[in-house]
């Protein structure tokens, strides 16, 4: 099992639009192969700092998943509207 930790930092005043979008973000998590469970958490200190943590059953489904259409499809509306630079994405084994 790996925990994946995906950072993201989004436009000042966007911070609604990044949550609302994040729920077909989960919609596209819960169809994927390997995927266990994620979590959404918003920086108390820089409110549009925001984590996902994902539960995966190994690396490789997690790399199957952002490699998929269907990543693309839920994630391509931020690279340009919404997030203020690229996401940061750490992987931890346990």
């Known amino acids: ?3 994946v ?3 993201y930092h989004v436009i000042e005043g966007k911070q609604q639009s ?10 596209a998590l819960k ?8 979590t959404l958490w918003k ?4 409110g549009a ?10 690396e490789q489904a997690f ?3 952002i ?5 693309r499809a839920v994630t391509n509306w931020g690279k340009e509207q919404i997030l203020s630079g690229r996401p940061q994405h750490k992987v931890y084994k346990h």
């Open 63 to 65: 790399k199957d998943f």
């Open 43 to 46: 920086d108390v200190s820089d």
């Open 67 to 71: 490699q998929s259409d269907a990543f």
């Open 5 to 7: 930790g995906m950072n």
């Open 1 to 3: 099992m790996i925990t």
């Open 18 to 27: 990044f949550e609302d979008k994040f729920a077909g973000v989960i919609d």
């Open 31 to 38: 169809a994927a192969e390997g995927h266990d469970s994620s």
């Open 49 to 58: 700092s925001y984590l996902i943590t994902s539960e995966w059953s190994d």
